[in-house]
């Protein structure tokens, strides 16, 4: 692991997080442009026919609508949340910050993708290197993030860095499970709320 001060991953409430998504929030956590900018970016570089694995998902994917992906499985901490996601064919409830483990087999997917959501891992090396395994040879992983976060559950890295520096810091977390050809993007509208995306893919096999 990269040499981090501790604190980086820590948070300003540290009470188990299944009591505090207990509650559903069907919400929104981007403006809708940036939503559509978001939607269009997956659209662009996700082929149809695709596996797809949405992480630390919610009641929306973000993934356009009609697109013929070959498999949509989810993971997040609210099953009312994820029972309302239509574009799931599966999902599980799992905290990754107490289990990190993916409870797919190696090769499983061909996209792993994380919407605002990545600043709430407090075992992002752990999760990214499980990532790396259920990802196909050349497969891709997504992050995509923005300005607004639950601030008390958010950890301290994401409060204290500028959108520079979390990118880097998201890169360091592909970097080091493997995944190479990372880059950040800016993919904000104008006048709406920012989008950051960091891409990596697995290497392909030799």
Not at 160 to 167: G, T
Request: hydrophobic share 45%; net charge negative; aromatic share 8%.
């Amino acid at each position: 692991m990269p040499e981090l001060p501790d604190q980086f991953f820590q948070r300003q409430d540290e009470s188990p997080d299944e009591a505090f998504y207990e509650q559903a929030r069907l919400v929104t956590h981007i403006d809708d442009a940036t939503i559509s900018s978001l939607t269009a970016f997956y659209e662009a570089v996700i082929p149809v026919d695709t596996r797809i694995l949405d992480l630390m998902s919610s009641w929306i994917s973000h993934l356009p609508a009609g697109a013929s992906y070959r498999r949509i499985a989810g993971l997040g901490m609210n099953a009312e949340e994820l029972k309302a996601n239509p574009a799931l064919q599966e999902w599980r409830v799992q905290n990754l910050n107490e289990q990190p483990a993916l409870p797919w087999d190696d090769t499983a997917f061909d996209a792993v993708l994380i919407a605002v959501s990545v600043q709430y891992l407090t075992r992002p090396f752990e999760v990214f290197a499980e990532i790396a395994r259920v990802l196909e040879p050349g497969g891709q992983c997504i992050v995509a993030m923005s300005h607004r976060l639950f601030p008390t559950k958010a950890i301290q890295a994401f409060r204290m860095l500028s959108p520079n520096d979390r990118c880097r810091l998201v890169a360091s977390y592909m970097d080091h499970a493997g995944l190479d050809g990372i880059e950040a993007l800016d993919q904000s509208p104008a006048d709406a709320d920012p989008l950051w995306i960091v891409r990596g893919r697995k290497p392909e096999a030799a």
